[in-house]
């Protein structure tokens, strides 16, 4: 079956959140979490490496082109010739999924994909909630929606249910409630594209009083000796820091001092 199989290369739900805690006890957790974000998503290379370079996506946006649904330990939702799933065999360390447990996924909205088989056709779900990929067009009953949360993924049907293996080793969509058995990795080796890490100027080190205080330092003409710094409240530098337009709004309030050489 697999010599006649021609792979294609081309073409939220409402969760409970966590419990919030103090600000002080997850400060430096969020700073921490910031730093990793400005270099990139983290993930595991020994996992990926496990997988035959496949690594585990984590969130909607890196779900695109060639993708592979892990249902289970190391095994693939598979495509089988007369237009249904079943699960495949557990690969061997090192291995990738087989080029018939490889799907092309295409985004069709901000929360939904479309994923086609190798056969060329659309999967979608049938009445009695079958996986079935025999579809030449999307339709809504081809349209798919990963659930993220606390780590784990599910994938949720057309039908409103989530994709399972049942005893019979078919791939359904079955249930409206997400367990163990419908948890899924979605796999892809796409080439990760990494943000580079921001640098923070030196002058921005520091709280933000701090850094106010070094740009005057740096730019302010000292006429009088004398160290002139806005006296405003500056919960307005808080708002400017996370949108990342500090450095303007420093200049704003520098330039309401009249002291500032690089100022109106």
Known sequence: MA????????????LKGDKSSSHKKHKKKRKREREADSAGPSFDEQDMELHGGWWTVDNFDQIKNNISIELGSSSYI???DTGLFTLGAPHADGEGPDPTEQL???????TKIALKSGYGKYLGVNSDGVVIGRADAIGPREQWEPVFQDGKLALLAGNSCFVSCNDSGDIVATTKTAGEGEMVKIRTNVERVKKQ????????????????????????SFQDRRLRVNPEDRSRLKKAKVGGTLHEALLDRREKMKADRYCK
């Open 3 to 14: 010599d006649s199989y021609n792979f294609v290369k081309s073409t939220k739900l409402t």
């Open 78 to 80: 598979m495509a089988l």
């Open 104 to 110: 092309t996924a295409i985004v069709v909205s901000e």
């Open 197 to 220: 890490k921001v640098e923070v100027p030196d002058e921005e080190k520091g709280s933000l009083k701090e850094a106010e205080v070094n740009y005057v330092k740096k730019f302010q």
